[in-house]
């Protein structure tokens, strides 16, 4: 069973950092392509970034390009979110989640596992 927990969320002044990691199991971590998905207060579900399966492709949404990093570390069956010069916008609870393929939209909660994400608020 695919079991995803992410951590790292907090309480974090705008222009701040925070690291976001996500620890996977139950299935094949280093095939599968990994994305940030996150919910904004009242909002739906909003794909931030991917990851492919060996890490030398990246995507960002618009919105977080030359702040987000993605990384993993496949070795530790790990996901990662340097998020930088954060802005209220970013406040939100993070999720991740594996697939087999680059998907930027369409991600729903009732399809497949999700972990409890971790939330992010951004305030002063």
């Known amino acids: 069973q695919v079991q995803l927990v992410e951590s790292g969320g907090g309480l974090v002044q705008p222009g701040g950092s925070v690291r976001l990691s996500c620890e996977a199991s139950?299935?094949?971590?280093?095939?599968?392509?990994m994305s940030w998905i996150r919910q904004r207060p009242g909002k739906v579900l909003e794909w931030v970034s991917a990851i492919s399966e060996d890490g030398t492709i990246t995507h960002y949404v618009d919105s977080a390009k030359g702040r987000f990093t993605i990384s993993r570390d496949n070795a530790e069956n790990t996901l990662y979110l340097q998020m930088n010069s954060l802005k209220s916008d970013d406040t939100a609870v993070y999720y991740c989640?594996?697939?087999?393929?680059?998907?930027?939209?369409?991600?729903?909660?009732?399809?497949?596992?999700w972990g409890p994400g971790t939330r992010v608020t951004v305030s002063s």
């Open positions: 139950g299935f094949a971590f280093k095939t599968k392509w």
């Open positions: 989640k594996e697939s087999s393929r680059l998907f930027t939209s369409g991600w729903d909660k009732r399809l497949g596992d």
